[in-house]
């Protein structure tokens, strides 16, 4: 791996952050705050939230088994792809590259920060090669983008190829892992300290049930979580946020247990799915949705969307042509679908 300073941009390697002052007043036993300009009334909503979420992150470190100071938090994983793009790649000069199909927003935030997204088209397993991705890299490759299990094919990626990128790779490699939860395959969490130049995000969007709360985790060296932290925006995790994130933390029971129904049901709606004449073929998933290739994905959508029911056309995507790609919901939910599917084309 290159020196971060290497790979950081010179002027976000020389910015001296904003200080909040929330961030100046450091001591314990206060308990007047006449520092931040906030009204004294409409308690507890009239005080600027913690900037740096320490309590939340001192929560979150106890399930997720790193330190704190490994923990970047953010409004969604979006806010912290985007920073990743903003502390290391020098727009119009630098570029990124990443496996093709997956997660819209990669490829939205590299044109937003003007750097080149370099595309590696998967293989007809959805499966990525390190060294094919190495040689789409060259000096001015800062990142590279991979999604584990991927959206919006749904398979996990080979382990061992992203070791060897980790290994090989002289820039970033950022493992998004939103859908981890639902899948066997052990987490790169556990890999921070054997890999410097890994990022692995998370989020609480999907398994934690929490879309509406806006909050995604970036894990990386303490390093790196400084760069992102010295750039975010100072109050860029709302109180209400941390809030009920932590009451999350308390129940995680609940998230277990939704995490095995939704498997269930995958499994479900996998099985059914294969008796449809309308379903010409399915891929494997280990996350909460799955890829299915349809008769004719465009004509299908467009009879679920006049049923009621929506799914996620990906015809237009590279390799999901005439594909759907279908989030598994309730039983009775997910029995609607299979019901309007049924009747297709009768
Ligand atoms: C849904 C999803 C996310 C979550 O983004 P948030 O901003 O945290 O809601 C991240 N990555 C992938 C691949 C996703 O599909």
């Not at 290739?293 to 999901?320: P, Q, S």
């Amino acid at each position: 791996m290159k020196s971060l300073q290497e790979l950081t941009r010179p002027n976000i390697w020389n910015l001296k952050p904003y200080s909040s002052a929330r961030d100046e007043y450091q001591g314990v036993e206060a308990t007047v705050f006449l520092d931040a300009n906030e009204n004294p009334y409409n308690t507890p909503h009239n005080r600027y939230p913690d900037p740096m979420q320490w309590e939340l992150k001192k929560q979150l470190a106890n399930i997720k088994k790193v330190s704190p100071k490994h923990i970047f938090l953010g409004n969604g994983s979006d806010e912290a792809i985007d920073l990743v793009f903003r502390a290391f790649c020098e727009p119009g000069k630098d570029n990124v590259v990443a496996i093709d199909p997956t997660y819209g927003m990669y490829e939205v935030c590299a044109e937003v920060n003007d750097i080149a997204y370099r595309k590696v088209l998967l293989d007809e397993h959805f499966q990525f090669s390190a060294d094919k991705l190495l040689a789409a890299a060259d000096e001015r490759t800062k990142l590279i983008f991979l999604c584990s299990p991927n959206n919006p094919t749904g398979n996990d990626l080979l382990h061992s190829e992203i070791e060897k990128l980790l290994r090989t790779f002289e820039g970033l490699v950022i493992v998004d892992e939103a859908y981890n939860d639902f899948s066997e395959a052990p987490s790169f969490l556990s890999q921070l300290e054997s890999f410097p130049n890994l990022i692995v995000l998370q989020t609480f969007s999907k398994a934690w049930g929490c879309a509406a709360i806006r909050l995604g985790m970036a894990f990386a060296s303490i390093e790196i979580i400084s760069i992102l932290s010295k750039i975010k925006y100072p109050y860029n995790v709302n109180q209400l946020t941390q809030q009920q994130a932590m009451e999350m933390l308390r129940k995680y029971y609940e998230i277990e247990r939704w995490v095995k129904t939704i498997k269930e049901e995958r499994g479900y709606l996998e099985a059914e799915f294969a008796k449809l004449p309308c379903a010409v073929s399915l891929f494997p998933s280990n996350a909460n949705f799955f890829l299915v290739r349809v008769t004719d994905a465009v004509k299908i959508y467009n009879y679920l969307v006049g049923e009621g029911i929506i799914v996620r056309n990906r015809h237009k995507i590279a390799l999901c042509g005439n594909c759907l790609r279908v989030t598994v919901g309730t039983r009775a939910e997910n029995d609607m679908l299979l019901n309007a599917l049924r009747r297709y084309g009768r």
